[in-house]
């Protein structure tokens, strides 16, 4: 009866933590960005805050002033004379020593990742990491420059080989085209396996893989 008793309680545990945990997380993760993207209120000057203004504060302005003011960035960018702006933009940032070049990395890697024809972080691959007969999940970033091919003798690429569980860290490294394996599923997918500890896992396979069956025992 007792250890009906634990069972049961165990259950009810597991059953309540499937249901609290995934609201927990998702809404500690929307509070953090709520929360940070409302610190770009601090553009603005104190006596337009909406504290000040209604008496209260308004959780989630600052995602809506955010989105205006890159609504607003992007329009006038995209004209001539905000063309013009930016470039003149640019061309004194990149005359600052040190700033030019964080300004300049960053300003490739956006143009890079947003450009429609670009391949970065659009192919997931397995690559044989960090030995021969371990593979880890990575994301494919460029192909290598000339230099690296020219050194190597091979077609190499860039891939980014995220941390476990947190996928914002990992490694940089350079590795033969054809020593890579392209897997069939999309970024998210792989975004999952990775935060999940490989615990979570493709929906394709998780329809497709039949349960496990126990050897029975052979009776002698």
């Known amino acids: 009866m007792f250890k009906k008793m634990l069972l049961a309680l165990r259950k009810y545990l597991i ?12 809404i500690w993760i929307v509070t953090f960005f709520i929360r940070l993207l409302d610190s770009g209120l601090k553009l603005l ?3 337009y805050h909406p504290e000040i203004l209604l008496g209260f504060n308004i959780p989630g302005f600052g995602l809506i002033f955010c989105l205006v003011v890159l609504f607003f960035t992007g329009m006038i960018a995209t004209n001539y004379f905000g063309s013009q702006l930016v470039k003149l933009w640019d061309y004194i940032i990149l005359k600052i020593p040190l700033v030019r070049s964080i300004y300049a990395a960053v300003k ?12 970065a972080f659009r192919q997931v691959l397995l690559v044989e990491y960090p030995r021969r007969g371990s593979w880890s999940v990575a994301f494919q970033t460029s ?4 230099a690296v091919n020219d050194q190597t003798g091979e ?3 860039g891939v980014f080989i995220p941390t ?3 996928p914002t860290s990992g490694f940089l490294i350079y590795v033969p085209k ?3 394996r392209e897997l069939d599923i999309n970024v998210d997918e792989a975004l999952k396996m990775v935060v999940s500890l490989g615990v ?4 394709s396979d998780m329809i497709h893989t039949a349960p496990v069956e126990k050897p029975q025992p052979q009776h002698r």
């Open 15 to 26: 059953a309540g933590l499937l249901i609290w945990v995934p609201i927990l997380v998702t």
């Open 45 to 47: 000057p104190t006596k």
């Open 108 to 119: 490739q890697i956006m143009e890079t990742i947003f450009s429609s024809g670009s391949q």
């Open 143 to 146: 192909h290598a420059c000339s």
């Open 155 to 157: 077609q190499m690429i």
């Open 164 to 166: 476990t569980p947190n």
């Open 178 to 180: 054809s020593e890579v």
């Open 200 to 203: 979570v896992q493709p929906k």
